[in-house]
């Protein structure tokens, strides 16, 4: 697999890279980097002190020619761009950017008809897992339980509450017939008022270098259930990046998630 990467000297950027570099199956086809950052033109693989002979490029054409997938992690605006691009040249794209807005997923809906595409907000296959036990418990615990989503991140994330909450906080609205936009509150200040039983509520915490934390606690009449996972490294979504890369080898078009890759749906 031909393999470029967005967002080359981010964190989950130079995680990428370097499990492609690991990889058998993989090479590092190209890197994609911010006009002005200050790695452009620098070898993409230089931090792991093992030259991969592919520049950091901000020109889509040169960081791309060589490509057959992108992977991206940066920002909604930057991945939208990429998207435009990949779908017109048909590169493969797996997305594990988080932040998008309705605009956004509708657009990548659409490149999903001219490319094949894996969008998740969590490539981990834990996450995944417990996405279903999620949709388990939340059958059993429709009634008399409260419903709350805690999530934890390093300092440096920009979106709140993380993709990964909101998509449990979907799971779990799913399986209990209700639409998550209807019963979601996503902050608490002040006189609230008692809390409102149909409501799923959120919240997130953000310090330090926590890699990403979530629990969805089901409080009840003299219990409580709590189901968490915790990642200790983003190796678990590099390597889970690529796992959805290979799933789409012989995709030509279409739009997946990590429960398609997985066969957990
Ligand atoms: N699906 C999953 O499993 C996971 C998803 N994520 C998501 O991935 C994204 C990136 O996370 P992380 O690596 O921690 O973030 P970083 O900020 O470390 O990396 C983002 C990279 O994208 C670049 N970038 C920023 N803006 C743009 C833009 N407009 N166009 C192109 N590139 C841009 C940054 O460049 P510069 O630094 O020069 O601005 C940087 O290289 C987040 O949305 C996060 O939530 C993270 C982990 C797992
Ligand atoms: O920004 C991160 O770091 C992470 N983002 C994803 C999210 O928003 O769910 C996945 C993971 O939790 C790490």
Same mark, same amino acid.
């Given at each position: ?85 990949? =779908? ?5 794209? @797996?997305? $594990? ?6 605009? /956004?997923? +509708? &657009? *990548? ?74 019963? =979601? ?5 002040? @006189?609230? $008022? ?6 799923? /509520?959120? +919240? &997130? *915490? ?60």
């Amino acid at each position: 697999m031909k393999i470029a990467v967005a967002g080359a000297s981010g964190r989950m950027g130079r995680m990428l890279v370097e499990a492609i570099q690991n990889a058998d199956d993989a090479v590092l086809a190209g890197a994609l980097g911010v006009p002005d950052a200050p790695e452009l033109g620098t070898d993409a693989a230089a931090f792991l002190g093992q030259p991969a002979n592919v520049l950091i490029e901000s020109d889509l054409a040169k960081g791309l020619a060589g490509a057959d997938y992108l992977i991206d992690f940066t920002r909604p605006e930057g991945t939208l761009k990429h998207l435009e691009y990949c =779908a017109a040249h048909g590169i493969k794209m @797996v997305i $594990g950017t988080t932040g998008f807005d309705e605009a /956004g997923k +509708a &657009a *990548i809906a659409a490149a999903g008809k001219k490319t094949a595409i894996v969008f998740a907000p969590n490539m981990s296959v834990g996450v995944n897992v417990t996405m279903k036990l999620l949709e388990l418990a939340a059958k059993s615990f429709s009634h008399g339980y409260d419903i709350e989503i805690i999530e934890a991140h390093h300092r440096h994330k920009v979106d709140a509450p993380s993709g990964t909450a909101l998509m449990m906080g979907e799971v779990i609205a799913n399986a209990q017939g209700r639409k998550l936009d209807d019963v =979601a509150v996503y902050a608490r200040e002040g @006189v609230t $008022g008692e809390r409102d039983p149909s409501s799923i /509520g959120f +919240a &997130a *915490i953000r310090g330090g270098d926590i890699v990403g934390d979530h629990t969805v606690l089901f409080a009840g009449i003299g219990e409580r259930i709590e189901i968490t996972h915790k990642s200790s490294s983003r190796v678990t979504y590099a390597h889970g990046s690529l796992r959805a890369a290979r799933f789409l080898r012989d995709k030509s078009s279409g739009l997946f998630d990590m429960q398609d890759v997985l066969g957990l749906r």
